[in-house]
Nanobody, 114 residues
């Protein structure tokens, strides 16, 4: 059974930082592309960042230079370091895994106050 469990969300002031973690089980973690998506209030879910099994990454333009995605294959965990947070970063952040199937975590709330 595949499980993706996010943690690290919370309330932070604009300009602050948060670090999200996603612990995976039930998959061959090192083979999978891992990603973070978010869904803001009244918005569609959007890609924030992805990291592939060769450690290449891509980011949404809105977070480039502020967010960093990384993975630890020994711990089956992917991270999202978020710096210089803005109110528009507010939303539910979801962990995503893909190899031959798509898997999603339950989401963690990030709220950035102005």
């Amino acid at each position: 059974q595949v499980q993706l469990v996010e943690s690290g969300g919370g309330l932070v002031q604009a300009g602050g930082s948060l670090r999200l973690s996603c612990a995976a089980s039930g998959i061959i973690f090192s083979f999978n592309a891992m990603g973070w998506y978010r869904q803001g209030p009244g918005k569609q879910r959007e890609l924030v960042a992805r990291i592939f099994n060769g450690d290449s990454t891509n980011y949404a333009n809105s977070v480039k230079g502020r967010f960093t995605i990384s993975r630890d294959n020994r711990k089956n965990t992917v991270y999202l370091q978020m710096n210089s947070l803005k109110p528009e970063d507010t939303g539910v952040y979801y962990c995503h895994s893909k190899l031959t199937h798509d898997y999603w975590g339950q989401g963690t709330q990030v709220t950035v106050s102005s």
